[in-house]
């Protein structure tokens, strides 16, 4: 199975997921882990805390 979702924790902590995209985290939680120092990509693109930031905004 391919997994386009992709959850990367700061160097030197333990963990990350790989996952179908239907298993995103919510928004708010994806910005939290953004600022918290994790990269997320979605089919190997980063996604960027101002994407983020607009989407939550809009909703």
């Keep these: 199975?391919?997994?386009?979702?992709?959850?990367?924790?700061p160097p030197g902590q333990?963990?990350?997921v790989e996952a179908p995209e239907s298993c995103r985290y919510p928004r708010k939680t994806e910005l939290s882990l953004l600022e918290a120092g994790?990269?997320?990509?979605?089919?190997g693109?980063?996604?960027?805390?101002?994407?983020?930031r607009k989407e939550?905004?809009?909703k």
Excluded: A, D, F
């Excluded at 199975?1 to 924790?9: G, H, Q």
């Excluded at 994790?38 to 089919?43: A, D, Q, V, W």
């Design 1 to 9: 199975m391919e997994y386009s979702y992709e959850v990367i924790p």
């Design 38 to 43: 994790y990269t997320i990509r979605l089919h």
């Design 56 to 58: 939550v905004k809009g």
């Design 45 to 52: 693109k980063r996604i960027t805390k101002t994407e983020l």
């Design 14 to 16: 333990p963990g990350g």
